[in-house]
């Protein structure tokens, strides 16, 4: 049957609303095209697209609500091929989409809206990160410590986080001996707690490839369920991407392998009080983690990628931000900070390295604050228990209209 036979749309969709009183309806799989705008009619018409009725049928039913506008029929039929162009229906073009993606061992860039298709331009812009008034300079020769264990990167755009991204990538790339980098990252698009992909990752900058055999050990460790929802969790994800440009730039001349990791929320610990590492499958990640880095015989870098605070109406709070809220998350976002080790934010002062302390903050406050790094940093120090944490910058993006702020982090993180 043909998808316009009677027209459903497809799943992996997600409709937002923007100023003026328009609609985006995005792709999260970025078949086609990643996104579609909508009037509010449009949007009103979108429920009637389940499959259940013809496309007659339906387009009848619009003419008998909406004879008084004009020229409905051409608006809706613009609509309908819209949505059909954009593979947005569900029917055999959608899952023969769906099925190339799947079979494709490479997963194609996402987030190029953030830094562009061009590699020269791309590298422009993240070496004047480096070099920029505040930024920490250019990273210089490479002095491979075998302590240095991870750290803890934004996953915010470069335009916003740029420079908290240069002071802990400068650190990384001086002091790292790995060339496998295990990124655990938010999960932004999926219900389940922990997904793999075996993809490679390709960015303007060329091709970051996965390391199988860490990733066949991984799932040996922790079992079944770590690919149930791979597409929608990787295609749409920035939080593995835009450290994999990083990594590309630093290491162009020293070939390196990624393991791509995204952790959902851990909401059901927030609500129970229960220390995650007590939830069955977080605490069988942190074993399965440890276990693989047994049997690894070279060194391995950790990267977490997460942000701190999220806050503002553009996140779900009312009104726009005040002042006295935005310092009051910065103090809370410094406390957090210092069960990390403090670092730049506490001088002279050293602090032991407490993923059960920074998850008790945040579960105090209920994660009124949405702190999207918490699973992947709790993960990740959890499974190594570093001696030595050190922050080395933070900032706290604040829209100028008090639609929004996030703040995060540039830490690392030693044996």
């Known amino acids: 049957m043909s998808a316009l036979e009677r027209p459903r749309l497809r799943p992996y969709l997600t409709l937002e609303a923007e100023g003026g009183g328009g609609y985006v309806l995005w792709d999260q799989l970025r078949l086609a095209v990643s996104h579609l705008r909508l009037s509010k009619l449009e949007m009103s018409w979108l429920q009637l697209f389940n499959g259940q009725r013809t496309l007659p049928d339906i387009q009848a039913d619009v003419l008998r609500n909406i004879d008084s506008l004009p020229g409905p029929v051409e608006l809706f039929h613009r609509l309908v091929r819209k949505l059909e162009e954009a593979l947005f229906f569900d029917g055999p073009r959608f899952r023969t989409r769906l099925r190339e993606q799947a079979g494709n061992p490479i997963r194609p860039p996402a987030c190029t809206v953030c830094y562009g298709e061009d590699p020269v331009f791309l590298r422009r812009v993240l070496d004047r990160l480096f070099t920029a008034p505040a930024g920490p300079g250019r990273p210089g020769p490479r002095r491979p410590d075998p302590h240095f264990r991870a750290a803890l990167l934004p996953h915010i755009d470069y335009a916003r986080g740029g420079l908290t991204y240069a002071w802990a990538y400068k650190e990384l790339f001086e002091r790292t001996p790995a060339t496998l980098f295990v990124i655990i990252g938010t999960s932004h698009y999926s ?49 593995i991407e835009l450290e994999v440009v990083f990594l590309q730039y630093l290491f162009a001349e020293a070939p390196f392998r990624i393991v791509p990791l995204v952790v959902g929320s851990f909401h059901d610990c927030i609500a129970t009080g229960c220390e995650p590492i007590e939830a069955a499958d977080i605490g069988r990640m942190i074993a399965a983690l440890r276990a693989v880095e047994r049997e ?9 990628s997460g942000d701190l605070a999220h806050l503002g109406p553009k996140f779900g709070d009312s009104g726009p931000l005040e002042p006295t809220l935005l310092e009051h998350s910065r103090r809370q976002d410094f406390a957090l900070l210092h069960t990390l080790g403090g670092g ?61 702020s996030v703040s995060f982090a540039g830490a690392v993180f030693y044996k």
């Open 296 to 304: 690894t015989p070279e060194p391995i870098c950790y990267i977490i």
């Open 191 to 239: 219900m389940h707690r922990f997904t793999l992909t075996r993809k490679h990752f390709q960015t303007p900058l060329g091709v970051a490839y996965t390391d199988s055999t860490y990733i066949d050990r991984l799932v040996a460790h922790y079992g079944d369920g770590l690919f149930d929802d791979e597409l929608p969790a990787h295609l749409p994800e920035h939080s």
């Open 344 to 404: 730049a934010l506490t001088p002279r002062r050293t602090s032991p390295v407490d993923a059960a302390a920074f998850f008790r903050i945040i579960a105090r406050e209920g994660d009124t604050r949405r702190i999207c790094g918490l699973p992947p940093a709790y993960v990740v120090l959890e499974a190594l228990h570093p001696r030595r944490g050190e922050v080395l910058h933070y900032d706290q993006y604040v829209h100028p209209h008090g639609y929004e």
